[in-house]
Each structure stands twice: as structure tokens, then as C-alpha cells.
């Protein structure tokens, strides 16, 4: 049996240490934690993951308070720490200014918080507060929150689509987690998962992207003319420290493949690299 300290060194991957927040938001970390608790309410409730759900909430709440980041605690947990916790901490977040603004605004209901934790009950009640408390505007974070309050009462088809669209975000916001690995085992056993649902992530990321016309055919000559945004779409999403669903690195491939033939070429075609990307850079000044 791992002890707890293996257990959560393991665990956590989003934020196991102050020194992680440079690569996210105030924003990005209130949305982590609400598809995590959208993610507990689903999976409270199912046979396969409902003991393991008691565990991770436990866990959460080993140290009785979410005052600061600990190495030793989970992802929930230290996230909490980030809105809850000692607002010194958002100095380490990507945009420390506005991080302070948004968390003087918006105040987390720690006992509402806990008192789920311990009981994990009253599931559109709690989520409500919660979607309110972290500023969530994401409209499809909100349906998920309405299909998962009332999961029990869907038909079979409506199930899927409802853990086919939570998937694709918690792999898009919590990928590498417990509760990712989790959600992945159950509608892998359930076969719970559908192909034919847009990835609402992934459409967001394309549609936020602009290209010059050079741009556009600079990629083309690169990744072929199918490739092009969602090769740019890879580029965007790893600069933001963000998972990278499997078709959007595929798309990018050709690019991975020139530059290990390059390195496998020796020094002189790395140097000339080097050289081209200086002069790049310095065109785009």
C-alpha cells in the first residue's frame, strides 16, 4: 500500500508546488476546480468509481484547511489553497495583478466546500454556488453542471453525450490527474464514451486563432493544407502550458519530424537552424 506522501507526490500534477501557478491564470485554476468537482458529482454516483470518490474528497480535506500549497496534498486540494487560502499565493499565477483583483471579488464558500466534501450530497445546490463563487461563464461547463446534477434521470444516449463533452475538458483542464485517470477508466469499462460529439475545447481553441496570410501559407508548405490550424492550435496550446488532444498533435507531426532529421543531421544543420530562426525572429520585430 503507498503511503500517503507517495500517494499525492503521484497525484499531483497540476499544482504540487507554489512555483507551478506561473503557468496558469486565476481564471484557468477556478475552472480546474470546478470540472473537478463537476467530475466527483458524476462519479459519486456510479458503482465502479463511488468508493474511490469517498477516498480522493477524504484526502482533500486531510489537512482540515486550504490555507496553503502543500507538496503533500492532492490537486484539489492545493487549487482550493489558490482561492481560498492565503492571497499572497496568487502573486505566483501567470496574471498575478488581475489574480489579486479577481480574488478579492470573488469569495469561495469554504464550509459549503467542506460540508460536500464530508457528504457529498445535494449536487445541483452545491455546484450552483460554486459556478457562482469561481466566476464560472463557460456555458457549456454549465450544462454538464445541469446533465450531472440529474445524471439518474437521463436516457442512455443523453449519458453518453454528457461524459463524452466532461471527458473532453477534463482532458483539455486536468489531464495526468487522479481525477482525469479515473473518468477515462470509467467510460473506457462503461463504454460511456461517443465519437460523433463535437469537442467544444478544441473548437474554442481554432476559432481564438489569427493567421497572417504568409502565415497560412508558411504552414502549408510545412503540414500540408489539412493541417494548418490545428498545427497552429498545437503551437498555442503548448505556450499556454495546456494539454494537447491527440488529432491536434498528429497535425503538427511533420513539423516534429523536420526538426529531429535536422538534429539527427549533425551540428552544422542545427547551427544553420539556429541561424534562420534569429533571422525569423528578427523580421517579426
Not at 501567470?94 to 459549503?112: C, D, F, G
Not at 465519437?195 to 497560412?216: F, H, I, R
Not at 502549408?220 to 499556454?240: C, F, H, S, Y
Request: net charge positive; glycine share 4%.
Amino acid at each position: 500500500m503507498l503511503t500517503p506522501f507517495i500517494k499525492y507526490v503521484a497525484e499531483g500534477r497540476v499544482v504540487r508546488r507554489a512555483n507551478d501557478l506561473q503557468r496558469y491564470t486565476f481564471q484557468e485554476i477556478c475552472e480546474k476546480i470546478y470540472l473537478s468537482f463537476l467530475t466527483l458529482s458524476l462519479l459519486k454516483n456510479l458503482n465502479l468509481t463511488k468508493n474511490w470518490v469517498r477516498s480522493y474528497a477524504r484526502d482533500t480535506m486531510t489537512y482540515g484547511t486550504f490555507d496553503k500549497i502543500r507538496y503533500t496534498a492532492n490537486d484539489l486540494h492545493n487549487m482550493l489553497a489558490v482561492v481560498d487560502g492565503d492571497p499572497e499565493i496568487t502573486k505566483k499565477l501567470a496574471n498575478k495583478n488581475s489574480a489579486m483583483a479577481l480574488r478579492q471579488r470573488q469569495s469561495v464558500p469554504t464550509l459549503a466546500v467542506k460540508r460536500y466534501l464530508r457528504l457529498l450530497n445535494s449536487d445541483y445546490e452545491f455546484l450552483s454556488i460554486m459556478e457562482k463563487a469561481l466566476g464560472i461563464s463557460n456555458s457549456d461547463y454549465k450544462n454538464l453542471r445541469r446533465a450531472i446534477a440529474n445524471f439518474s434521470t437521463l436516457d442512455g444516449r443523453r449519458k453518453k453525450i454528457t461524459v463524452t463533452r466532461l471527458l473532453q475538458a477534463v482532458r483539455s483542464k486536468l489531464s495526468g490527474t487522479d481525477i482525469s485517470r479515473h473518468l477515462e477508466q470509467f467510460s473506457r469499462k462503461a463504454d460511456y464514451e461517443l465519437d460523433n460529439v463535437v469537442d467544444a475545447e478544441s473548437t474554442k481553441a481554432t476559432t481564438d486563432l489569427s493567421m497572417s496570410g504568409d502565415e497560412l501559407n508558411a504552414y502549408r508548405l510545412l503540414v500540408g493544407p489539412a493541417n494548418i490550424r490545428r498545427a497552429k492550435m498545437a503551437v498555442k496550446l503548448a505556450q499556454g502550458g495546456k494539454s494537447i488532444p491527440a488529432n491536434v498533435v498528429v497535425a503538427y507531426v511533420p513539423i516534429m519530424n523536420m526538426i529531429d532529421d535536422i538534429a539527427n543531421g549533425g551540428f552544422a544543420f542545427v547551427r544553420l537552424l539556429q541561424s534562420i530562426h534569429t533571422r525569423a525572429k528578427k523580421r517579426r520585430k
